[in-house]
């Protein structure tokens, strides 16, 4: 079972680059949403989508955008990439947007901004 | 304001030993959950247990335990017999119902099982 998938797991940008992360998951989940994790910080979200063609801002928005198409994929786009940004990032699904129900994660992106 | 606390940043135990890791909240929405992840080293995050706040009974999954205290909002994960494979991060999380779009993240715990 392939889950939710991320890709690249590396990537080394120069700062105002631009670049997409991609996610897919095989479940069928109407949920799905991106985090960074930043040392000391836990996990906090950058934008979530909670069904194709719907999504809204979560905590940290600034600087990515992301669009969704179909439900099984949501790319994270860095439009003009800053040093800011260097982080972990970790793109999850759930098969409904419900306060009792846990996210699954992919394996995580590791972004260094240069 | 910082809804999930987790005030150990590191912790150690000896294998074999029992461990909880401490856990406190802040809510006013009187319907929520409450998970524990666990990010060993090779950064995944792992979902462990889940425990809803209308639940009369502590959540278990095999070895790990949620100790749940709706009055103080705590929500501690205990660990028993502890193996070195429990060696990781863990990050405890919750879920509101009136903004259940995101999840909330503590600063995580480390954790060390020694052997």
């Known amino acids: 079972n392939a889950g939710v998938t991320q890709t690249p797991k590396f990537q080394v940008l120069k700062t105002g680059q631009s670049m997409t992360l991609q996610c897919a998951q095989d479940m069928n989940h109407e949920y799905m949403s991106w985090y960074r994790q930043d040392p000391g910080m836990g996990l906090r979200l950058i934008h979530y989508?909670?069904?194709?063609?719907?999504?809204d801002q979560g905590e940290v928005p600034n600087g990515y955008n992301v669009s969704r198409s179909t439900t099984e994929d949501f790319p994270l786009r860095l439009l003009s990439a800053a040093p800011s940004q260097t982080s972990v990032y970790f793109c999850?699904?759930?098969?409904?947007?419900?306060?009792?129900?846990?996210?699954?994660f992919g394996n995580g992106t590791r972004l260094t901004v240069t | 304001a910082q809804k999930i606390t987790q005030t150990q940043p590191g912790m150690f135990v000896q294998e074999k030993e029992a461990v909880t890791l401490d856990c406190t909240y802040d809510t006013s929405d009187p319907s929520y959950g409450l998970f524990w992840y666990k990010q060993p080293s090779s950064g995944e995050m792992i979902f462990l247990i889940y425990?809803?706040?209308?639940?009369?009974q502590n959540a278990t999954e095999g070895r790990y335990s949620l100790n749940f205290q709706k009055a103080r909002k705590s929500a501690n994960l205990v660990i028993s017999a502890s193996q070195l494979g429990d060696s990781a991060m863990y990050f405890c999380?919750?879920?509101?119902?009136?903004?259940?779009?995101?999840?909330?993240f503590g600063a995580g715990t480390r954790l060390t099982v020694k052997p």
């Open positions: 999850a699904s759930g098969p409904l947007s419900s306060y009792n129900s846990p996210l699954h």
């Open positions: 425990q809803g706040s209308y639940d009369q």
């Open positions: 989508s909670v069904g194709a063609g719907i999504t």
């Open positions: 999380a919750m879920r509101e119902n009136y903004n259940n779009n995101d999840m909330r």
